[in-house]
């Protein structure tokens, strides 16, 4: 008796790391559902969908799965040969404005780490102070500091030279959290996809601040396990955190990613693939400790 394939959906526009991961998704016998529109639809099979189950036609078609999806989200397939009621997991791979709007209608829950996840670790993971604040309080800075925020990009990722030079309140509600840490220069910059307390996956994705992929360094996977068996418990089962080395030749934090929202780069695409589809699964599916990070 064999169930129905998992469902990987994906938004209108895809990154070249999203089709890498698309083709992987495919090779391995997923079924993907792509939006070609931004507005939310009823149901998987209205227009505005795409769905290639083995890799051709659109979706409802006679080459897709067959069913009907409820307004909860919920796939109710014909003929599956499954019991339990469980139908298709289905799965996400996008960034947040998309995700935030899709995953609760299809019941996918999203993880990602705590807003103050960074700002609370050692200062020897990080070699720098940050700070977590709201941006209210963040437009009093006097000084240059790098600012972010924590889950998304709700504000540009830049140094600013002060305070005053944030998105003001007619941009950015003056209660957002953000993260301002001291200005740190990265000399090479790794991305690690952790799953299950383990570094998963590896590459690097920067050196000198420009884009250049390369394999995994052995210091960079061995730092990561030390970021594991510091802080690894104040992390989901599954999310990306990108790590760097400075000219110094110290190692640091450079932030934590969700792993549904973030690019591969030159891992290895596979287990980029097995963290993603764990970061944004069935909520019903969700280990007790997975469920204090549902975003």
């Not at 959290?177 to 990265?186: E, I």
Request: glycine residues 10%; charged residues 20%.
């Amino acid at each position: 008796m064999t169930c129905p394939p998992r469902i990987l959906v994906l938004p209108p526009r895809l990154t070249a790391s999203a089709r890498t991961l698309r083709a992987t998704a495919l090779r391995r016998g997923l079924r993907i559902v792509e939006a070609t529109a931004s507005a939310v639809p009823e149901g998987l099979g209205s227009p505005g969908w795409a769905g290639w189950p083995e890799g051709a036609g659109q979706a409802g078609s006679p080459g897709d799965a067959r069913g009907t999806w409820d307004t909860r989200g919920a796939w109710s397939a014909e003929s599956t040969g499954c019991t339990g009621g469980d139908g298709h997991a289905v799965h996400l791979h996008a960034g947040p404005s998309f995700a935030d709007v899709v995953a609760p209608a299809l019941g996918i829950a999203l993880l990602e780490a705590p807003a103050d996840w960074l700002a609370r670790l050692p200062r020897a993971l990080t070699q720098r102070d940050i700070r977590a604040m709201t941006i209210g309080e963040a437009y009093r800075l006097r000084r240059p500091a790098f600012v972010k925020s924590p889950n998304d990009k709700s504000i540009p990722v830049l140094v600013y030279a002060d305070g005053s030079r944030l998105p003001g309140p007619d941009a950015v509600d003056p209660a957002t959290v953000v993260l301002v840490s001291d200005v740190m220069t990265f000399a090479v910059e790794y991305r690690l996809h952790l799953l299950d307390g383990a570094v998963h996956a590896a590459g690097q994705y920067a050196e000198a601040g420009r884009l250049r992929l390369g394999p995994p360094d052995g210091d960079a996977l061995a730092f990561g396990r030390d970021v594991l068996a510091a802080a690894g418990k104040t992390l989901p089962s599954a999310i990306v955190v990108d790590v760097g080395r400075d000219d110094e030749g110290r190692w640091a934090v450079i932030e934590a990613n969700a792993a549904w929202a973030s690019g591969c780069y030159s891992a290895d695409p596979d287990r980029a693939l097995e963290t993603v589809l764990r970061a944004a699964g069935p909520a019903t599916a969700l280990s007790p400790h997975d469920r204090a990070f549902v975003r």
